[in-house]
């Protein structure tokens, strides 16, 4: 079984930063995709920023210029460094793994969700 693991959220003020981590751990052999989710109470779900095992990235228009992706392949972790935050960036933040892959014979793909972790914004 594959789980990621969220860390890093917290209450932090207006402007300030925080960074996210997220680890898969359990038997894994490729993952194509790593990605932050973000649910706001009453919103739905949705993508805040994505990277590809070669390293490609795609942000949500809100979050350009003031978030970061970045991914240790090795290590299976990604992270979301997030700067000049707003009170709009308050909610639940949800670490993604996409089209992962458990064995080296084994074509399947399944992606997986972390538990989220909390990022509130405000003073």
């Known amino acids: 079984q594959v789980q990621p693991v969220e860390s890093g959220g917290g209450l932090v003020q207006p402007g300030g930063s925080l960074r996210l981590s997220c680890a898969a751990s359990g038997t894994i052999f490729s993952i194509y995709a790593m990605g932050w989710y973000r649910q706001a109470p009453g919103k739905q779900r949705e993508l805040v920023a994505a990277?590809?095992?070669?390293?490609?990235?795609t942000y949500t228009d809100s979050v350009k210029g003031r978030f970061t992706i970045y991914r240790d392949n090795a290590k299976n972790t990604v992270y979301l460094q997030m700067d000049s935050l707003k009170p709009e960036d308050t909610a639940v933040y949800y670490c993604?793994?996409?089209?992962?892959?458990?064995?080296?014979?084994?074509?399947?793909?399944?992606?997986?969700w972390g538990q989220g972790t909390q990022v509130t914004v405000s003073s």
């Open positions: 990277i590809t095992s070669g390293g490609s990235t």
């Open positions: 993604n793994a996409e089209r992962v892959r458990t064995k080296v014979l084994d074509l399947r793909v399944r992606d997986y």
